[in-house]
């Protein structure tokens, strides 16, 4: 039997995967880039445009308008789903009765298809028909807030929708990364008398750095990614005020037919997602070099 | 002290590598498509395997449900294959948005169904890449197009280096208007309205009484607002349009923004649905059908639906108001030719295939193809003369009003002839005033900045 160690055989291993990835992510991510940089529509011929597309979206309202909205979500993802999901981690770890199911409960959302945790969830916050807004005129409201459909609460909506669909998921990572911290340490800290919050400070959380690390970055980048909660909640509307980044960019791109647009949207969102991202494992990076 | 096993190094590239993956996936999203056609093909004939020897083709439609929602195509499919079993045809459908796109993505790929409806907008730009077939010579072979009016295929030729081309023809008429409830009129003392005065008077009225006037539904159906447009004409779009598209007029200006100040007039006083943020069209529909509402914004496509429901006996068509500040001619209705149905010019390549697909056309506006929608509530888009029964009362109240002595229809749709980006800010600019976001102004200016 012959070993398969040569840095030539090793890449004709890795080769067919690499050609597949390339075929079907590199290839359409490189060719949307060089279409931002043309006039492409839906057909036809399209010609070099320069950093037109980009120069635009500075006089585009409704470009600013989807920032603001993904901004705000991803704000409101950040403050409420990850101590959120932390909390239900810290709860549910803990050897309580039925805890098993609710952690079941907790991250069932998150198997139900985006599109009808919408559906589910217009039921809920419209603003005229919905379950919300019906308790709250029982409860002597007499104009309770229009949560989807208006100029102001959509995008606050929407984030919590996400919080409440996506918390499952991140509370299960939090989960297993308390599982994996080692019981001696844990128990000798109990011993020098870090308990409660104490520990949770300055041993729980310290340890679970990567973790905390890993589930922010899925958050932000998932935060960028929102499109069909805002397709099932809001329709965008009104007229696109409670679009997000990408919901703008499939409206710019498959609506409108403005391919060149679009892909400078597509663009946009991507560095920005990645230039979070970054940011923040900067900042955690400093903050471990400080520590 | 890290507790982790992976080295600094290792450990950063990990979480800078699913960082920069996570947010590529958003780049991703626009480099890939949605679905494509071809993807679990509802076959008319009941999902029965073609026979050995039988032509396949696929009707690509504009609904998800073919056979509920747009019974007119489905039972003209039916009746075709009864009449020609060695053809089977795929009926496929999506929402509107999804099949727009995916025509498109399959456009580019290579794999657009044979037969499809789509938007003019798109349309045009399809037949100048060549990927439409001329009709022509089909509409020309037996004499199918003497029974056009001139008007129902005028829309659908563009012109080629080789002279023009007939890349579509009329799916189905798009007669659009008010359905109105008179027992919801008649409940409150009101009578039908013919004025935007009568209109404004009755939503004041219903108003008050917390009854919605005008049911709609804006959530991802902008595109609803058909009665409003006919409105347009009313403030002579038709005659502008052209200098608008050259830059030699504007959107802004003050015969539109008469009309739009009108729009405003009826959103205060409580005209439309008070969720028409939040509900789409299909919901819309719901709301009048199930009498919540007196009157909807809508086309003779929903008169089926309508005569069905527990209002169909109540239920008149209205073609909308006249104003007496509007431009020109005010005795309109819209009796335009619709979106097109087009056929791929890569499956006239096969001898067979096109032979199937230009007997099934042929068969679609034929007398017998054009009963079958008149059977269904659809005005005939050729020069038949339909029989309709006398049970279809919503629908006679159709042909009633576009068979009004001294009435008229525009030539198109003022959306059917502008650009995707220009209509859409159109839906926009008619919308945003009705849920109260832009001023009339404002709403003018948002379809001015397209032209610009």
């Given at each position: 039997m012959r070993w398969l160690s040569r840095p030539w055989q090793l890449a004709g291993m890795v080769l067919p995967a690499l050609i597949i990835y390339s075929l079907y992510f590199t290839y359409p991510v490189v060719y949307s880039v060089l279409q931002s940089f043309t006039d492409a529509k839906a057909f036809g011929s399209s010609t070099i445009v320069g950093a037109e597309n980009y120069t635009s979206m500075v006089d585009d309202p409704l470009f600013w308008s989807s920032l603001r909205n993904t901004a705000i979500i991803l704000v409101i993802s950040l403050c409420l789903l990850l101590p959120g999901a932390f909390g239900l981690a810290l709860l549910l770890g803990r050897r309580i009765r039925g805890a098993g199911v609710l952690r079941t409960m907790v991250f069932a959302p998150n198997v139900v298809a985006p599109i009808l945790i919408g559906l589910i969830w217009v039921f809920i916050l419209?603003?005229?028909?919905g379950l919300l807004n019906e308790l709250l005129r029982l409860v002597g409201v007499a104009e309770p807030p229009?949560?989807?459909?208006?100029?102001?609460?959509s995008p606050y909506s929407i984030g919590s929708v996400y919080v409440w669909q996506t918390v499952g998921f991140i509370m299960t990572i939090f989960y297993a990364g308390l599982k994996m911290l080692p019981g001696d340490v844990m128990e000798a800290a109990e011993l020098d008398g870090a308990a409660g919050l104490k520990r949770l400070r300055y041993v729980t959380v310290p340890m679970l750095r990567e973790t905390i690390g890993i589930t922010t970055v899925l958050v932000i980048t998932g935060s960028f990614k929102i499109f069909e909660l805002v397709v099932q909640l809001t329709g965008g509307g009104p007229v696109h005020l409670s679009e997000t980044l990408v919901s703008y960019t499939y409206h710019v791109t498959f609506g409108l037919q403005n391919y060149g647009y679009g892909m400078a949207l597509a663009v946009i969102t991507s560095v920005l997602g990645v230039a979070v991202a970054l940011g923040y494992l900067a900042f955690l990076r400093r903050k471990a070099t400080a520590a | 002290m890290s507790t982790h096993p992976l080295r600094p190094a290792m450990k950063r590239r990990t979480l800078i590598g699913s960082a920069a993956a996570g947010a590529a996936l958003a780049l991703g999203l626009a480099g890939c498509g949605g679905s494509v056609p071809g993807e679990d093909p509802t076959s008319a004939d009941g999902g029965e395997p073609a026979g050995d020897g039988a032509v396949e083709i696929t009707l690509s439609m504009q609904n998800p449900n073919v056979e509920a929602q747009d019974p007119a195509t489905y039972e003209i499919v039916q009746a075709f294959m009864a009449e020609n079993p060695d053809v089977v045809i795929h009926v496929e459908g999506q929402t509107v948005d999804e099949h727009n796109q995916a025509m498109q993505i399959a456009a580019q790929s290579g794999t657009l169904p044979e037969i499809f409806w789509v938007y003019n907008s798109l349309a045009t730009q399809m037949a100048d890449e060549g990927y439409l077939a001329d009709l022509g010579p089909l509409l020309d072979s037996g004499d199918l197009r003497a029974s056009f009016p001139e008007s129902m295929l005028s829309g659908y030729v563009s012109d080629s280096s080789s002279g023009p081309v007939q890349y579509g023809v009329p799916y189905q008429g798009l007669v659009t208007g008010f359905f109105v409830n008179t027992d919801i009129l008649a409940e409150y003392g009101l009578a039908q309205p013919a004025t935007f005065e009568d209109l404004l008077a009755v939503a004041e009225t219903l108003s008050a009484e917390g009854v919605t006037t005008i049911a709609k539904g804006?959530?991802?159906?902008?595109?609803?607002?058909w009665a409003f447009l006919t409105m347009l004409n009313r403030y002579g779009y038709e005659e502008r349009i052209d200098a608008i598209l050259a830059g030699e007029d504007s959107y802004v200006n003050e015969d539109f923004l008469r009309l739009y100040e009108h729009i405003d007039e009826l959103a205060e006083a409580g005209a439309f649905s008070p969720n028409v943020s939040t509900q789409d069209y299909v919901q819309a529909v719901e709301e009048y059908t199930s009498g919540n509402a007196a009157m909807l914004d809508a086309g003779v496509w929903a008169a089926g639906q309508i005569q069905e429901s527990s209002v169909g006996a109540a239920t008149t068509f209205w073609a909308g108001p006249t104003f007496s500040d509007g431009v020109g001619d005010q005795q309109l209705y819209m009796n335009a030719p619709s979106a097109p149905l087009v056929v791929s010019a890569a499956a006239m390549e096969d001898e067979e295939v096109a032979a199937a697909v230009e007997r099934f056309l042929a068969f679609y506006y034929s007398d017998t193809g054009q009963q079958i929608l008149v059977d269904n509530d659809q005005t005939p888009v050729t020069t038949y003369e339909p029989q309709v029964d006398e049970s279809q009362t919503v629908f006679s109240s159709v042909l009633d009003v576009i068979n009004a002595d001294g009435w008229s229809s525009p030539e198109a749709q003022p959306d059917l002839v502008i650009s995707a980006e220009q209509s859409s800010a159109m839906y926009d600019s008619i919308y945003g005033v009705i849920q109260g976001v832009f001023t009339p102004g404002e709403a003018l200016q948002v379809v001015q900045d397209t032209f610009e």
């Amino acid at each position: 039997m012959r070993w398969l160690s040569r840095p030539w055989q090793l890449a004709g291993m890795v080769l067919p995967a690499l050609i597949i990835y390339s075929l079907y992510f590199t290839y359409p991510v490189v060719y949307s880039v060089l279409q931002s940089f043309t006039d492409a529509k839906a057909f036809g011929s399209s010609t070099i445009v320069g950093a037109e597309n980009y120069t635009s979206m500075v006089d585009d309202p409704l470009f600013w308008s989807s920032l603001r909205n993904t901004a705000i979500i991803l704000v409101i993802s950040l403050c409420l789903l990850l101590p959120g999901a932390f909390g239900l981690a810290l709860l549910l770890g803990r050897r309580i009765r039925g805890a098993g199911v609710l952690r079941t409960m907790v991250f069932a959302p998150n198997v139900v298809a985006p599109i009808l945790i919408g559906l589910i969830w217009v039921f809920i916050l419209d603003p005229h028909l919905g379950l919300l807004n019906e308790l709250l005129r029982l409860v002597g409201v007499a104009e309770p807030p229009a949560w989807i459909g208006g100029t102001t609460l959509s995008p606050y909506s929407i984030g919590s929708v996400y919080v409440w669909q996506t918390v499952g998921f991140i509370m299960t990572i939090f989960y297993a990364g308390l599982k994996m911290l080692p019981g001696d340490v844990m128990e000798a800290a109990e011993l020098d008398g870090a308990a409660g919050l104490k520990r949770l400070r300055y041993v729980t959380v310290p340890m679970l750095r990567e973790t905390i690390g890993i589930t922010t970055v899925l958050v932000i980048t998932g935060s960028f990614k929102i499109f069909e909660l805002v397709v099932q909640l809001t329709g965008g509307g009104p007229v696109h005020l409670s679009e997000t980044l990408v919901s703008y960019t499939y409206h710019v791109t498959f609506g409108l037919q403005n391919y060149g647009y679009g892909m400078a949207l597509a663009v946009i969102t991507s560095v920005l997602g990645v230039a979070v991202a970054l940011g923040y494992l900067a900042f955690l990076r400093r903050k471990a070099t400080a520590a | 002290m890290s507790t982790h096993p992976l080295r600094p190094a290792m450990k950063r590239r990990t979480l800078i590598g699913s960082a920069a993956a996570g947010a590529a996936l958003a780049l991703g999203l626009a480099g890939c498509g949605g679905s494509v056609p071809g993807e679990d093909p509802t076959s008319a004939d009941g999902g029965e395997p073609a026979g050995d020897g039988a032509v396949e083709i696929t009707l690509s439609m504009q609904n998800p449900n073919v056979e509920a929602q747009d019974p007119a195509t489905y039972e003209i499919v039916q009746a075709f294959m009864a009449e020609n079993p060695d053809v089977v045809i795929h009926v496929e459908g999506q929402t509107v948005d999804e099949h727009n796109q995916a025509m498109q993505i399959a456009a580019q790929s290579g794999t657009l169904p044979e037969i499809f409806w789509v938007y003019n907008s798109l349309a045009t730009q399809m037949a100048d890449e060549g990927y439409l077939a001329d009709l022509g010579p089909l509409l020309d072979s037996g004499d199918l197009r003497a029974s056009f009016p001139e008007s129902m295929l005028s829309g659908y030729v563009s012109d080629s280096s080789s002279g023009p081309v007939q890349y579509g023809v009329p799916y189905q008429g798009l007669v659009t208007g008010f359905f109105v409830n008179t027992d919801i009129l008649a409940e409150y003392g009101l009578a039908q309205p013919a004025t935007f005065e009568d209109l404004l008077a009755v939503a004041e009225t219903l108003s008050a009484e917390g009854v919605t006037t005008i049911a709609k539904g804006a959530n991802g159906t902008s595109f609803s607002v058909w009665a409003f447009l006919t409105m347009l004409n009313r403030y002579g779009y038709e005659e502008r349009i052209d200098a608008i598209l050259a830059g030699e007029d504007s959107y802004v200006n003050e015969d539109f923004l008469r009309l739009y100040e009108h729009i405003d007039e009826l959103a205060e006083a409580g005209a439309f649905s008070p969720n028409v943020s939040t509900q789409d069209y299909v919901q819309a529909v719901e709301e009048y059908t199930s009498g919540n509402a007196a009157m909807l914004d809508a086309g003779v496509w929903a008169a089926g639906q309508i005569q069905e429901s527990s209002v169909g006996a109540a239920t008149t068509f209205w073609a909308g108001p006249t104003f007496s500040d509007g431009v020109g001619d005010q005795q309109l209705y819209m009796n335009a030719p619709s979106a097109p149905l087009v056929v791929s010019a890569a499956a006239m390549e096969d001898e067979e295939v096109a032979a199937a697909v230009e007997r099934f056309l042929a068969f679609y506006y034929s007398d017998t193809g054009q009963q079958i929608l008149v059977d269904n509530d659809q005005t005939p888009v050729t020069t038949y003369e339909p029989q309709v029964d006398e049970s279809q009362t919503v629908f006679s109240s159709v042909l009633d009003v576009i068979n009004a002595d001294g009435w008229s229809s525009p030539e198109a749709q003022p959306d059917l002839v502008i650009s995707a980006e220009q209509s859409s800010a159109m839906y926009d600019s008619i919308y945003g005033v009705i849920q109260g976001v832009f001023t009339p102004g404002e709403a003018l200016q948002v379809v001015q900045d397209t032209f610009e």
